[in-house]
């Protein structure tokens, strides 16, 4: 079975805070996803990685950073949190898949943050 | 700017009828969907997929239907069960390989009544 594993569940931390959201993935996956899922926003891409040390911007990245040092670990940084920032963070991996289609995308259980 | 929408943000449907939950987007360049299925407190999980060279994809009590010329896709659910109350998020992706980006919809919550 496909593992995605967030370090946190539920984190409270003030504005201005550095926060630091940690994703593995169990199954030697290339790509790995940062995502926030907001009420009646969906869930919108903030950074991903499709090789180590290699990232891309999603649609919001701003206010986030993300490093991934090894492959299993794909990490989204919060360099000074602020309210508009709370939000459930969820991380995802993949195959890269070799034609017309699309490998499986595993989630995590997702991390709900809350910025004070 | 949208590019995948889910227009029904909840739908309550009878226990044993038939769901069906609605996608549409915007982009042209879309030419493969996925529909994944999120409880509280867990992450999505992959549910359904349909390339764009097929207009119907059934995978037991799930089918996705695919209509280009109107950009719309739906997934029906028949019959429904009480398990199935989650909510719904239809995906898109443009494939290049080594292209695995998502665009997700908004999400539909999907109740079924005993």
């Known amino acids: 079975d496909v593992k995605v594993t967030q370090s946190s569940r539920y984190l409270v931390k003030r504005t201005g805070e550095k926060v630091f959201l940690e994703c593995v993935q169990d199954?030697?996956?290339?790509?790995m996803f940062w995502y926030r899922q907001d009420p009646g926003l969906g869930l919108r891409l903030i950074y991903f990685s499709y090789d180590v040390k290699m990232k891309e911007k999603g649609d919001i990245p701003e206010g986030y950073s993300v490093s991934r040092e090894k492959k299993e670990r794909f990490s989204l940084i919060l360099e000074s949190a602020s309210t508009n920032q709370t939000s459930m963070y969820l991380c995802?991996?993949?195959?890269?898949?070799?034609?017309?289609?699309?490998?499986?995308?595993?989630f995590g259980a997702g991390t709900r943050l809350s910025v004070l | 700017d949208q590019q995948v929408k889910q227009n029904s943000p909840s739908l309550s449907v009878q226990e044993g009828r038939i769901s069906i939950l609605n996608c549409d987007y915007t982009?042209?360049?879309?030419?493969?969907f996925l529909w994944y299925k999120k409880y509280p407190a867990e992450g999505p999980t992959f549910l359904i997929s349909i390339s764009s060279i097929k207009d119907k994809n059934e995978d037991g009590r799930f089918t996705v239907f695919l209509n280009k010329s109107a950009k719309h896709l739906s997934l029906h659910i028949v019959p429904s069960q009480p398990g199935d109350s989650a909510v719904y998020f239809c995906?898109?992706?443009?494939?290049?390989?080594?292209?695995?980006?998502?665009?997700f919809g908004t999400g539909t919550r999907l109740t079924i009544i005993p």
């Open positions: 199954m030697d996956h290339e790509n």
């Open positions: 995802a991996s993949s195959f890269t898949y070799p034609g017309q289609g699309s490998n499986i995308q595993y």
């Open positions: 995906a898109a992706k443009i494939s290049n390989f080594g292209n695995e980006k998502l665009t």
């Open positions: 982009n042209s360049m879309f030419d493969y």
